[in-house]
């Protein structure tokens, strides 16, 4: 029987690219976005070309949504093996200029998002009656302070803790949980994430990416399928023996 896998936040960029991979690797995907558009254009793309998906609006700060989302998953693609909590958000947060609003922000979507995830994850396990990978997107970030970044910093490190807390919580249930920590990867998101930072420096744009980049020991910024893979093996079999696993994908900044 095919293997199901929900993405969130697979509208574009990391997310895309994952979900594109999955179908590669024989899922039916469900392609979760805010985005209502472009959730439905990848999954579009996807059976053009032969796969199954589905496309789902879903804002994963709101914990209905996210259970709506998963719900139809199941009974669209029959069935329910995989979530990839992917969907988040990275503004520019120099500490003084931090608010409750973007606190607020940052979190629900990040962190609660992945609650939210995990919790759905659970209920459709239990509904086919087996057990699941649950994947979830950390970051570079969450292993070392990124400056200008205090908040989406925090945000992944909490889900660090997240991740080894529910892998320990859910064994018994034959649930792995696991996350994926990306460097600089070339996405809409990166963009503005340099922007931001260039911006508040009063440099011209790309200061931001010069400036993390030169961490980077391989030298090159991350494609999303560089990403994509790490899932896949995240998704796949041959992870079956991994849990509370936090996997730097980034190049070798982290080490460097």
């Not at 329910?80 to 003084?96: D, R, Y």
Request: a neutral charge; aromatic letters at 6%.
């Amino acid at each position: 029987m095919q293997k199901v896998a929900l993405v969130t936040g697979s509208g574009q960029g990391i997310g895309k690219a994952i979900a594109l991979r999955l179908v590669k690797d024989g899922f039916a995907v469900a392609i979760a976005d805010y985005n209502d558009e472009t959730a439905r254009a990848v999954a579009d793309e996807i059976i053009r070309n032969g796969g199954k998906a589905v496309a789902v609006k879903v804002d994963v700060s709101d914990r209905e949504q996210v259970f709506a989302a998963v719900e139809k998953a199941r009974t669209a693609l029959g069935g329910f093996n995989v979530i990839v909590n992917n969907a988040g958000i990275a503004p520019s947060t120099p500490i003084e200029s931090i608010t409750p609003e973007i606190v607020d922000k940052v979190y629900n979507i990040n962190v609660k998002g992945v609650i939210w995830g995990i919790q759905a994850a659970i209920d459709a396990f239990r509904k086919e009656g087996h057990g699941g990978k649950i994947i979830n997107a950390c970051s570079q970030a969450g292993h070392t302070g990124n400056p200008e970044l205090a908040v989406y910093s925090s945000s992944k490190f909490a889900v660090r803790g997240l991740t080894q807390t529910a892998a320990r919580d859910l064994a018994p249930l034959g649930i792995t949980v696991n996350a994926y920590c990306p460097g600089i990867v070339k996405t809409p998101m990166w963009a503005e994430i340099d922007r931001q930072v260039s911006e508040a420096a009063g440099k011209p744009l790309g200061y931001g990416t010069e400036t993390f980049a030169k961490r980077i020991t391989l030298g090159r910024l991350s494609e999303p399928e560089d990403v994509a893979a790490c899932v896949s093996y995240l998704a796949g079999p041959d992870s079956d023996y991994m849990t509370g696993q936090s996997l730097l994908i980034d190049g070798g900044m982290v080490f460097n």
